[in-house]
């Protein structure tokens, strides 16, 4: 993800290694390739606002040596699994 400036409206690129992407700004989204990547961020942004809004502080990423992983929010027994994909 990159984002910056132009003519006075915040622009953001995305893409994915699929070749694959979205750009926004100025109220638009234009997308590229066959990955939805807007409904996937809408969807992680949906699913932030759902949990309260947590700080970074507030999450945890544990991973083995298998490559195991679980993340949890606010306390080790509140394990969070992926959004679904849209």
Request: proline share 6%; no cysteine.
């Amino acid at each position: 993800m990159t984002h910056g400036y132009r003519d006075d409206a915040r622009h953001t690129w995305l893409q994915s290694a699929n070749s694959s992407a979205a750009v926004t700004g100025g109220g638009t989204v234009t997308e590229y390739g066959p990955r939805d990547l807007w409904a996937e961020v809408v969807a992680i942004y949906t699913e932030y606002v759902a949990h309260g809004r947590p700080a970074v502080t507030d999450m945890e990423l544990n991973a083995d040596h298998e490559s195991q992983h679980q993340m949890w929010l606010r306390a080790p027994d509140n394990v969070i699994s992926p959004a679904q994909k849209p």
